[in-house]
């Protein structure tokens, strides 16, 4: 996260409001930051939510060699 915390601490000295979302941030990477500049919000998923959301997409794991571990690799990831 060296670069996601570059551009957090630069906003949070001298730039305008920014908005950063993805999977690689996490909630206690965030906070260690001790920034009193910056906030954060969570929206966190139900595991159910997410196994529904990647089995409806088909062309996510349609035709790798193990469908059901491709899915479970990305649901470990994604939890």
């Known amino acids: 996260m060296p670069a996601v915390e570059a551009i957090i601490r630069s906003h949070a000295d001298w730039a305008g409001p920014i908005v950063i979302e993805g999977w690689t941030l996490m909630p206690e990477a965030v906070a260690n ?8 919000l969570w929206m966190v998923a139900e595991d159910s939510f997410l196994e529904q959301r990647i089995r409806r997409n088909e062309d996510f794991w349609h035709g790798v060699s193990d469908e059901e571990l491709m899915i479970q690799l990305c649901l470990e990831r994604s939890i």
């Open 33 to 40: 930051l001790n920034l009193r500049s910056v906030e954060s």
